[in-house]
Nanobody
Framework: QVQLVESGGGLVQPGGSLRLSCAASGSIFSIDAMAWYRQAPGKQRELVAVLTSGSSTTYADSVKGRFTISRGNAKNTVYLQMNSLKPEDTAVYYC?????????????????WGQGTQVTVSS
């Protein structure tokens, strides 16, 4: 059993900052890429940032220069530092990871998702 648990969401004023965390736990053999997605009301889920196992990063154009994705020393945790937040950043943020479990028979990464954490940017 593999779990992703997010934390760090909340209400913040425009221009403020938040740091989201996501910890992977369970029967993990290895973790490939980790990413953050978000879904605003009435909109499709969209990719915010990706961090590969080789430490390459990709960001959505809308967050470049404001958000930073990073991985913890233990490599099973991913963070999203969000600065200069705007009302349009309001959404539920989801952690995603490609994980090979210790019971895998294919040794190919499978997609896992966290439960989501609400970020609201409002004055």
């Amino acid at each position: 059993q593999v779990q992703l648990v997010e934390s760090g969401g909340g209400l913040v004023q425009p221009g403020g900052s938040l740091r989201l965390s996501c910890a992977a736990s369970g029967s993990i053999f290895s973790i490939d890429a980790m990413a953050w997605y978000r879904q605003a009301p009435g909109k499709q889920r969209e990719l915010v940032a990706v961090l590969t196992s080789g430490s390459s990063t990709t960001y959505a154009d809308s967050v470049k220069g404001r958000f930073t994705i990073s991985r913890g020393n233990a490599k099973n945790t991913v963070y999203l530092q969000m600065n200069s937040l705007k009302p349009e950043d309001t959404a539920v943020y989801y952690c995603n990871a490609g994980i090979i479990s210790i019971i895998s028979t294919t040794m190919n990464p499978e997609d896992y998702w966290g439960q989501g954490t609400q970020v609201t940017v409002s004055s």
